[in-house]
Nanobody
Framework: QVRLVESGGRSVQPGGSLRLSCAVS????????MGWFRQVPGKKREFVGV???????ALADPVKGRFTISRDNPKNTLYLEMHSLKPEDTAIYYC??????????????????WGQGTQVTVSS
C-alpha cells in the first residue's frame, strides 16, 4: 500500500519560515517525479512545485525565490522549504507522486498518489 504522509504545517507569522515533509511508504515511489500542491477552501488546488527523478525542479511563479523543493531518497522523504511566508500562502499543502519518472507537470494530471495534506497558516 502506497502512503504519502505530510507533516510540518503550523501557524507562522508573515516573513517566517517552515519546512514541510512528506514521508513516502514505497521505496520505489521516491524515485519518481513528485510535487507539492496547495488548496484554499472554495478554490481549486494549485501547483506549488515539482521535482523530477533527476532532481531537476520547477516552482510556481508566486513562490519562486521563496520556496525550495528537495528530496532525500535514502530517507524516502520529500521536502518543501518555505521562506518569507505571506498571508496568501495560507492553505492546505499536499504532496503527490506520479507513477513513473514522468515530466515536471504543473497540473494535477498524472499525479496518482496523494497525501492527506497539512495546514499552513500565515497570520499576524
Amino acid at each position: 500500500q502506497v502512503r504519502l504522509v505530510e507533516s510540518g504545517g503550523r501557524s507562522v507569522q508573515p516573513g517566517g519560515s517552515l519546512r514541510l515533509s512528506c514521508a513516502v511508504s514505497n521505496r520505489t515511489l521516491i524515485d519518481y517525479t513528485m510535487g507539492w500542491f496547495r488548496q484554499v477552501p472554495g478554490k481549486k488546488r494549485e501547483f506549488v512545485g515539482v521535482i523530477g527523478w533527476d532532481f531537476y525542479t520547477a516552482l510556481a511563479d508566486p513562490v519562486k525565490g521563496r520556496f525550495t523543493i528537495s528530496r532525500d531518497n535514502p530517507k524516502n522523504t520529500l521536502y518543501l522549504e518555505m521562506h518569507s511566508l505571506k498571508p496568501e500562502d495560507t492553505a492546505i499543502y499536499y504532496c503527490a507522486a506520479q507513477g513513473s519518472r514522468g515530466p515536471l507537470r504543473n497540473t494535477e494530471n498524472g499525479y496518482i498518489y496523494w497525501g492527506q495534506g497539512t495546514q499552513v497558516t500565515v497570520s499576524s
